[in-house]
Each structure stands twice: as structure tokens, then as C-alpha cells.
């Protein structure tokens, strides 16, 4: 027998089924708890992606009920669309089936390997049917099947089929029973998952019942629909050589010229022009003819030609307010900044970055600060180490933004940092999708977002500290420093001293002190000003008497008010520095010292001491 | 006569001292300066050999109490407030009290008054380094007596009912004789002692007077009663240099003890500033030595958490760089084990007199 013939003879189809057992692991199927994750966040995945499409506030409910300690039945629930009958069989029951695959738009799954994997690990663990129920509109009727997964044609298999009485409206529900078990208390666990869903889905409703009965609602926070993604026809900078070829041999264009025109976004007659010429194509030529040679020159000339950026309204960020609302309602916190990034564009996909920093409240204290990493707004809960986002964190430098940062690592303190990559294509680090891969675009869009929220937090937090500084030095100015004085003349048996210029020194404050002397007939007047500020101050000083002021230095201004005279000083002094402004009064030194006190304009009222501020 | 004018003179100059303290105050009220004082820093990281190389004294590095800060503030009200008590309640009333009552009279100072005795404990002593006085020149007393002395001595204590003479042996009970707080007033008539023992524990001190150690050894013991009172140190002092006995200390062998030893013998970084006064650098530690855990196979505990915090902090102490220090507290770590002086009686009630005390009297050249 011929080599080639004993080999075939080995070479059988490997069925799904094995492809499954065999990659359990890069499908998020490994341990007994991420099973359970993994099924639920497929299921809710699938749910919020359909109301979202069919414009509906979704309502989801996930019911958990457990045997034994490694058997899991689970239920989830939606008021979405429903699914037509003639559908569910394939979208549950079929491996890889499902409308996304062939679409260029942000969504949740990305594949739709999905939920029939969670129908077929359930199918294999616990060696029953799934249970499926949709209903499509009020008056339609309710379609309850149950399903297995054929794995050898990978078709689905349908063990029941029938219609029953079911009270919602609208709708689907599926029952999965499998090996899994049901864990609370950390990061990666269906509690924190939904918790996460609720934050960047604050449009959802969400009721967890957990096996022991216990009900959890994660309430919505607003009534707002997310923003419908648009679908956009595939940008060239992201087309794989593959790819391309599969599109030429199936297009139904009749030329290149308008294939090109009707594949791709943002190519128009001149791009497609461009690109024939830069390849060497004939524009006229059948795509379905394209040579390999000729493909890849083709594929060559998209990169060489000038195309514009992909269209990005096929993003729907969850928005600055929403990611607010969102921590805001899980979360009881101080302080929050949120930010959402201009779209931006790797390798011909758009995506864009959104930022939330939340702190204070009764968030831990002395922890690493907790990180929320989200895509195409489904929580990322395992592998964080080899995220993106987790790297991009790490490499800012977070003492410069007031969070301590030892190691280098995470910062530490009691806040919440979320980041959110959405995209038409979120460039994974493997199949189960739970860490975003460094792509330098993506980094650098991270890092920009996030240094824009920490410069908020630094500047709230440098504010929370003035406060605070300020705060302290009124306690020592009006409560302890005045005491001191007085216990100190107490002891000596001397005049309680005056603390005004210590006070002025404290609080950092411009010091004015008018001295009078009793010089013959008359008074010498002196004005003294001291800044023990950081800063240089300007305003305007007025004496206003009664009496005619003589031989002053420097001359005022002299405004006639009635029967007095306000006599007024342009003041500027920098920090540390000190004037006197004198004069003379032909007043004995007992009327002087009934003058009335000196005023200022132009300047804040804290910032002086021994005058009184007027600011009009 | 001459001592109540002495007394007298000593009064009026504490007065003088601690008033010059709150006229800087005022003065610098009077010079738009921010009140403040400045005292040496009393952590381990500032101090250093004294000018003979003998004792731990407080070094240069200085620290600032400015009314600038709400705590700094504070403290110099609190500091105003005991001033003045010190002034008129006590100088010029010759009345004293005692480092608790202190604490207590405090409670009608509103936001001066203290939260805690170590914290008024504490502003004494920073009122003795500012002044160079010591708190019995105030007329604070410390709560308890020194601990007691027992061994082949004769003294002269003044009392406030006079002189009294006894013999430390023959004129006093079991539990020997009670160190007074001041013990300036003693006088050493005459003594057949060869060496002086300072023990941690009661019952150590119990067991070596019940075994005769002080008949057969001639020898001072001194209760130091965990870590030692001012006066009982300030005796060993007196009694090392006065009487030229050499001391050794006999304590637990686990980190705390080491500390017990270093504050006998080189002075303790709380009361630096009373070092040369009260340390005795001829002090030597008979143990327990770490080695003697090894050595004489001794009952240990395990070193916890806080015991291996004490040791790491001990190497970085100062008082401790000596290479035997060094070895015994790494020797500890090694082991990870502490061991009380009470573990020698599983080896019989005699083998600490009999057995391990000769032997390291021996080796160390004592008694």
C-alpha cells in the first residue's frame, strides 16, 4: 500500500466535540467556577446584544440552582426580541453559527462560538438537552424546544419541540444543567461579573438568584439606550491576505474597480483608481480571476495608497455620564471622573478608549487600587497580567497624579480605576478573550485616557488638601495660638501679647498694622505691611478720615467722601516684602486711636489680616 | 538648715530655668515670630557615644515644635500649661506630684488636657533636655519606689523623719531593701560585697537570696523589675562608681531583655539626656546569652513576630553595634528561640547558683 494511503486511513475528522474538549481551556471552560462564568456571560452577552439591537431596556434575569457541589442548572431570562422557530434550533445548537461572524460592527461576542459552547459543555458534562424557550411578540405563540448539539455534522438535534404557556411578553430563556459550581467572595465569580455588566450596562436591569435562594438586583441608572453601532463595510488597512482572496473569489462584482468600491469603506473612485494603479490591475479585470501574485500586490497597494480612516460611528461608547452613573450606583465614592477618547484606529479597525477614576467613599484604604478592565463592554475578569490595559496602568507613573505606586506596579489607595476598549475588532490575546493584546495604538490611547482622569483626581485631591491645610491653620489661629498668648502673660504676669502679625505669618497672609505716635502737637501715622505670602499681591489701601492728612509718603489719591477724605494706596508687594506708608495728623494720639480701621478692595478677605476687605 | 536653703536656692533656680522657657515664648510673640522650640530628635537614629565613649547620649540632629502645625500648637500649649503648674502649684508651694497625678490635673486644661500619661510623661522629659534639669527639680515624682536592693551593704538614708542606718542583709526583711525614688539622699557606710548582680525577675532575685547566692558570693543584688526605674539605675550607678563594685546583669534571654541591658549599661534612648547621669558602661551581661540557650540546652519559646521586629530594630540600634551583640541577637534569629531565666530550674533549683552563674562569673572575670 502506498505511503500516502496507510496515512488517510488514520486521518479521520476530528469532531467538534473533541475540538472542544481538546481547547476547552482557550474557550474559557477549564476550572468547575469558570465554567459556570463562562456559560452565564455568554448567555447574558447574547441577551443584552439583542435588546440593544432591538432597541428594548433590557431586563435579565439569572437564576442559579445547584444539586450538589459540582452540578450547576443555569437560567437566564431576557425580555429581548425572541427568536423566530425556525432559528433557535441553529443558534443554540450549531457551533459557529450566528449573523456577527461576516459583520464589521461593535459587539459583545465576536464569534459566536458562544453559547452553543455552553450548550454543548452542558450537553457533555450533565448529558441532557438544553431548554429553550423564545416568544417573539405578545400574541405569538411561546416555542419551547430541547436541544442537543450533533457534534460529528455539528448540527443541531431536537429532542422536544413543542408550544407552551409562558407569561412574558417577549422574549428568551435557556436552561443549560452542567458540571460547575457556584463560588463567591473573589474577583472572578458571577457575582463580580454582573456587578461589572451593571456598571457599563447601566441601562440593564439585572436579578441574580444564587443557589441559596439569596436575590440580588443590579437596578438600572438610566433609561438610555446605548447608541446603535452601526455596521461599516471592512476598512483595507484590516484585511488579512486570506481574507481578501475568500472576498475576490465570492464577490459579485463584475470588476475589480467596483469591487473594491463596493467591499470596502473609504475607498471612492480615486482610492480604487490608486490602488489599481499602484498594484498594476487592469481596474476592468474580473476580481474572480485575480492571480495570487496579483492578490498580494493588491493587498501590498492598500497599504502604500492613501485611504482614509475607517468611519467610527460604527462605536457606541457607553459615554462619560454613563460610566458616572454607573460606578456611581454600585460604588460609594467621593469622587469620580470619567472620559471618553476620540476614536482612534489600529490596523484599519476603529475603536475607542473610555476612562473612569473613582475615590473615597468606603473603598479600601491601604489596597491596590482596584482595576475594571472592560471590552466592547463585557467585564475582563482572568488573565488581567496580560492585558493592555493592565500594562498601561503600570506605566504611568502614578505619584506624579498624588497615588502612591510602590513597586511600580498598580497604585495603591482606595479607588476604582475602569477602562473601556471598544471596538469593531478587539485584538485578543487568545480565544477566550479575556485580556487585550499590547497593541501600541491601543496602549497609548489607554495611557492618554487615564492620565486625563488622574490629572482630575490630582487636582481634586491637592484641592481636598488645601482644605485641609486651611482647616488646620484656623484651628491653631482661633483656637490654640490666642490660649498660648494668654497663658504665657498669665505666667509672667504680663500683658496677654498680641498675636495678629504671628497669625498673619501663619496663615501666610499680607500683615497691615497702623502705628501712631504722639510727635508734639500731632501724630506720626505709620502703616505698616508685611507679606508672608507666597505670592504677590496687589490691592488698594484706604485710610478715610475725617481729618486732613499732612507730609504723607508716599502722596494718596485723595477722593472727597461728604465730610471725610478717603486718602488710597495702590499696594503691590512680593513675597516677603514689606512698605510703611506714613503720614501726618494734627490730632492728639487719644482721638488717633479712635481711627477708624483701615480697609481694602481688590484683594480676597483671607488673604489679609488687620484690615477689614471690601470687595464691591 | 543649710539643706532646706539649699533646697530653697534650687527651687528658685528650676523657677528661673523653666520661666526662661515661657519668656521666649513672648518674645517671640513680640518678634512676629512663630512661637516654637527646638529639642534634639529622641529617636535611636540620633545617638551617639558621649565624649569619653562610654554611654548613648542624644546627638546633634534637632527637631522643631513650631505653633505652624496644629500638633506642634498644641504641644506648646500643653508645654505652657505644665510650666505653669510646675511654677505655681509646685515650686512656689513646695508641693510635688507625681507623674500620674499629672496626668489627672490636666483633665481641667480643655484642648491642653492630655490623652494619655505616656504623653505627659513624655513633655516632662522634653521639659528636663530643654532645661537641663531633672524632674525632681519640678517635684515629679514617678508613681512607684525603685525596686529593691539585698545583699552585704550598710546605708544611710535622710527620711523625713530623720536618718536611718540599716544593713541591706541583717536590718531588712526577705524582700530586701526598697530603693527610694530620689536616692541621692543615700549614703554607702561600708559593704564586703566583690561584685554587684542586677536581676530582671523577682523570682530570680527570690531564688538566688533563698540559695544564699549573696552569702556565698558576696554579692549586691539589685531587683530591676523589667525595664528599670530611674533609681534603680541611678543606684548601680552610685554603688559602680562610688564603691568601685563591678556590675553585672543577669536577665531573660530574648530581645526585650538585650534592651533591659542596654539601658543599664549605655542609657536608653527615652532619657538620653540623663545617660551620664544614670548609665553604668561597666555594666557587663551575664546572660541569658543566646549561646547559652544552644549551650545549656535550656526550655525556649518561640520567637513571634513581634520578638523578630524587636531583634531586626536591635541591629540597626547603636547600642548594640558591637560584634558580641551582633552575634548573639543574629545567633537568636538563627535559632528563632528565647528563653526565660527561670528555664535553668528544669537542671534543679540549684544549677543557676551552683552550676551556671560560676561558670560565667568565671569567664568573665567577676566576684
Redesign the interface.
Known amino acids: 500500500m502506498v505511503i500516502a494511503e496507510e496515512l488517510a486511513k488514520k486521518q479521520k475528522a476530528i469532531s467538534i466535540a473533541e475540538f472542544f474538549e481538546k481547547n476547552r481551556q482557550i474557550l474559557g471552560f477549564d476550572s468547575s467556577p469558570r465554567c459556570l462564568l463562562t456559560s452565564v456571560k455568554e448567555a447574558v452577552d447574547n441577551s443584552l446584544d439583542a435588546c440593544e439591537e432591538a432597541g428594548i431596556l433590557p431586563d435579565i434575569f439569572i437564576k442559579l440552582e445547584s444539586k450538589s457541589r459540582d452540578n450547576v442548572t443555569l437560567i437566564v431570562e431576557d425580555n429581548g426580541p425572541g427568536i423566530v422557530k425556525e432559528q433557535i434550533p441553529r443558534v443554540f445548537a450549531k457551533l459557529l453559527y450566528g449573523s456577527r461572524f461576516h459583520s464589521v460592527k461593535q459587539s459583545r461576542g465576536q464569534q459566536g462560538i458562544g453559547i452553543s459552547a455552553a450548550v454543548l459543555y452542558s450537553q457533555l458534562t450533565s448529558g441532557r438537552p438544553a431548554k429553550i424557550v423564545s416568544k417573539i411578540d405578545r400574541d405569538a405563540p411561546a416555542h419551547y424546544f430541547e436541544l442537543l448539539i450533533n457534534t460529528q455534522p455539528n448540527e443541531p438535534e431536537i429532542i422536544g419541540d413543542k408550544i407552551i404557556e409562558w407569561d412574558r411578553l417577549r422574549g428568551t430563556r435557556i436552561e443549560l444543567e452542567m458540571a460547575a459550581s457556584y463560588i463567591k467572595g473573589r474577583r472572578q465569580s458571577v457575582y463580580e461579573y454582573l456587578k461589572d455588566t451593571a456598571i457599563v450596562n447601566p441601562h440593564a436591569r439585572i436579578t441574580l438568584i444564587e443557589p441559596d435562594n439569596n436575590q440580588i438586583i443590579f437596578e438600572r441608572a438610566t433609561d438610555k439606550m446605548p447608541v446603535e453601532p452601526k455596521e461599516i463595510l471592512p476598512h483595507p488597512h484590516g484585511i488579512e491576505l486570506g481574507t481578501l482572496m475568500k472576498m475576490l473569489r465570492y464577490t459579485e462584482s463584475d470588476t475589480l474597480d467596483s469591487f473594491l468600491r463596493s467591499s470596502f469603506s473609504r475607498i471612492g473612485t480615486q482610492t480604487a483608481k490608486d490602488i489599481c494603479k499602484k498594484s498594476g490591475i487592469n481596474p476592468g479585470k474580473d476580481p474572480k480571476i485575480v492571480a495570487l501574485d496579483e492578490v498580494k500586490r493588491l493587498h501590498e497597494a492598500f497599504r502604500k495608497a492613501k485611504i482614509q480612516a475607517p468611519p467610527t460611528d460604527c462605536l457606541s461608547p457607553i459615554t462619560e455620564e454613563l460610566i458616572r452613573k454607573g460606578l456611581e450606583k454600585e460604588h460609594t465614592i467621593d469622587f469620580i471622573e470619567t472620559t471618553t477618547r476620540p476614536a482612534a484606529v489600529h490596523s484599519g479597525h476603529p475603536f475607542q478608549v473610555e476612562a473612569g477614576i473613582a475615590f473615597g467613599g468606603n473603598l479600601a484604604r491601604e489596597e491596590k487600587v482596584e482595576i475594571l478592565r472592560f471590552a466592547n463592554r463585557v467585564p475582563l475578569l482572568y488573565q488581567q497580567g496580560a492585558c493592555a490595559i493592565a500594562h498601561a496602568v503600570e506605566n504611568i507613573k502614578w505619584k506624579n497624579y498624588s497615588l502612591d505606586q510602590p513597586g511600580g506596579s498598580f497604585p495603591v489607595g482606595p479607588a476604582i480605576i475602569l477602562v473601556h476598549v471598544a471596538s469593531t475588532h478587539i485584538p485578543f490575546t487568545s480565544e477566550s478573550k479575556e485580556a487585550i493584546a499590547d497593541v501600541p495604538e491601543i496602549v497609548e490611547e489607554i495611557e492618554l485616557a487615564l492620565k486625563d482622569v488622574a490629572r482630575r483626581l490630582k487636582l481634586y485631591l491637592s484641592r481636598q488638601d488645601n482644605l485641609q491645610r486651611r482647616r488646620?491653620k484656623e484651628?491653631?489661629i482661633q483656637?490654640?495660638?490666642p490660649?498660648?498668648?494668654k497663658?504665657?502673660?498669665?505666667?509672667?504676669e504680663?500683658p496677654t501679647?498680641?498675636?495678629t502679625?504671628?497669625v498673619a505669618?501663619?496663615m501666610g497672609n499680607v500683615y497691615i498694622q497702623r502705628v501712631v505716635q504722639q510727635n508734639g502737637k500731632g501724630c506720626d501715622v505709620e502703616i505698616r505691611l508685611k507679606n508672608h505670602g507666597e505670592g504677590t499681591y496687589s490691592f488698594n489701601l484706604h485710610e478715610t478720615l475725617e481729618y486732613q492728612i499732612e507730609s504723607a509718603s508716599p502722596e494718596p489719591k485723595k477722593i472727597p467722601i461728604g465730610k471725610q477724605t478717603d486718602h488710597l494706596w495702590k499696594i503691590k508687594l512680593k513675597p516677603g516684602e514689606q512698605k510703611a506708608l506714613i503720614y501726618r495728623l494734627n490730632i492728639e494720639s487719644v482721638e488717633a486711636s479712635k481711627l477708624p480701621q483701615l480697609v481694602v478692595d481688590g484683594i480676597d478677605e483671607e488673604l489679609i489680616t488687620g484690615a477689614k476687605v471690601v470687595n464691591v | 538648715m543649710t539643706e532646706k536653703s539649699n533646697k530653697e536656692i534650687r527651687d528658685s533656680q528650676s523657677k528661673t530655668t523653666l520661666k526662661k522657657l515661657i519668656q521666649d515664648f513672648y518674645e517671640q510673640f513680640e518678634s512676629e515670630t512663630i512661637p516654637h522650640i527646638v529639642l534634639p530628635s529622641r529617636t535611636k537614629k540620633n545617638i551617639e557615644l558621649n565624649e569619653n565613649g562610654d554611654v548613648w547620649v542624644y546627638g546633634d540632629s534637632e527637631s522643631l515644635r513650631s505653633a505652624k502645625t496644629v500638633k506642634g500648637a498644641n504641644q506648646l500649649l500643653k508645654t505652657s500649661h505644665v510650666v505653669e503648674l510646675l511654677i505655681k502649684g509646685h515650686l512656689d508651694q513646695n508641693k510635688s506630684s507625681t507623674l500620674r497625678e499629672l496626668y489627672y490635673i490636666s483633665e481641667n486644661w480643655d484642648i491642653a488636657k492630655f490623652h494619655e500619661q505616656a504623653e505627659s510623661d513624655r513633655l516632662i522629659e522634653d521639659l528636663e533636655i530643654i532645661t537641663g534639669l531633672q524632674r525632681e527639680d519640678f517635684h515629679v515624682r514617678p508613681e512607684e519606689n525603685g525596686a529593691t536592693l539585698y545583699g552585704p551593704i550598710k546605708i544611710k538614708e535622710i527620711t523625713k523623719r530623720g536618718e536611718r542606718t540599716m544593713h541591706c542583709q541583717d536590718d531588712v526583711g526577705e524582700a530586701g531593701y526598697q530603693i527610694p525614688y530620689n536616692v541621692e539622699t543615700i549614703k554607702f557606710m561600708e559593704h564586703d560585697a566583690k561584685f554587684i548582680i542586677a536581676i530582671e525577675t523577682g523570682g530570680m532575685q527570690d531564688r538566688l537570696i533563698e540559695n544564699g547566692f549573696d552569702e556565698k558570693f558576696d554579692a549586691i543584688l539589685v531587683h530591676l523589675k523589667g525595664q528599670p526605674a530611674r533609681s534603680t539605675r541611678r543606684i548601680i550607678k552610685r554603688m559602680n562608681e562610688e564603691l568601685k563594685l563591678p556590675v553585672v546583669v543577669f536577665t531573660d534571654g530574648d530581645p526585650w531583655s538585650f534592651r533591659i541591658y542596654a539601658s543599664v549599661a549605655y542609657g536608653a534612648i527615652k532619657s538620653a539626656h540623663l545617660s551620664e547621669f544614670m548609665a553604668t558602661p561597666a555594666a557587663k551581661f551575664i546572660g541569658v546569652q543566646s549561646s547559652d540557650i544552644v549551650e545549656y540546652e535550656l526550655s525556649t519559646d518561640k520567637l513571634n513576630d513581634q520578638d523578630i521586629k524587636a531583634l531586626e530594630s536591635e541591629l540597626t540600634d547603636p547600642r548594640f553595634e558591637t560584634d558580641y551583640w551582633k552575634d548573639q541577637i543574629n545567633l537568636m534569629l538563627k535559632i528563632g528561640k528565647k528563653a526565660e531565666q527561670q528555664a535553668f530550674a528544669g537542671k534543679g533549683l540549684d544549677y543557676v547558683t551552683d552550676v551556671y552563674l560560676p561558670e560565667r562569673l568565671g569567664e568573665m572575670g567577676v566576684g
Open positions: 488646620e484651628e491653631i483656637k490654640i495660638l490660649r498660648i498668648a497663658k504665657v502673660g498669665e505666667i509672667l504680663r501679647p498680641d498675636i502679625p504671628v505669618k501663619i
